[in-house]
């Protein structure tokens, strides 16, 4: 089974930019969907975009379209996330997931086996 590790995340003015990383060891990376959800004080957590195994496909929620861009290295088994013109509504704690199952897009938090510890990123001036 994969083990996930996100970094990256700080504090960041509003309208800067941000990429977070997520690295996997233990498992095959290739064989996973991987995907970023995010989850703010007192709500619940939210999915933000994923990507296929081999990363020719992608999918975003409504508050990533536009501005936030997934992608993927197999050969050093890390994701990314980049971010730009941040808001502060974007202020969560972000969660790397993977999962080895078939279909594509993952969008449920359900639909993940695997989940990181989650990096804190706050956009505030």
């Not at 089974?1 to 960041?12: A, I, P």
């Not at 929620?61 to 509504?89: C, H, V, W």
Request: hydrophobic share 30%; aromatic share 14%.
């Amino acid at each position: 089974q994969v083990q996930l590790v996100e970094s990256g995340g700080g504090l960041v003015q509003p309208g800067g930019s941000l990429r977070l990383s997520c690295a996997g060891s233990g498992g095959i990376f290739r064989n996973y969907v991987m995907g970023w959800f995010r989850q703010a004080p007192g709500k619940a957590r939210e999915f933000v975009a994923t990507i296929d195994w081999g990363g020719s496909r992608t999918y975003y929620g409504d508050s990533a379209k536009g501005r936030f861009t997934i992608s993927r290295d197999n050969a050093k088994n890390t994701m990314y996330l980049q971010m730009t013109s941040l808001k502060p509504e974007d202020t969560a704690v972000y969660y790397c997931a993977a999962d080895r199952g078939l279909g594509f897009p993952k969008v449920q938090k359900w639909q993940y086996d695997y989940w990181g510890q989650g990096t804190q990123v706050t956009v505030s001036s």
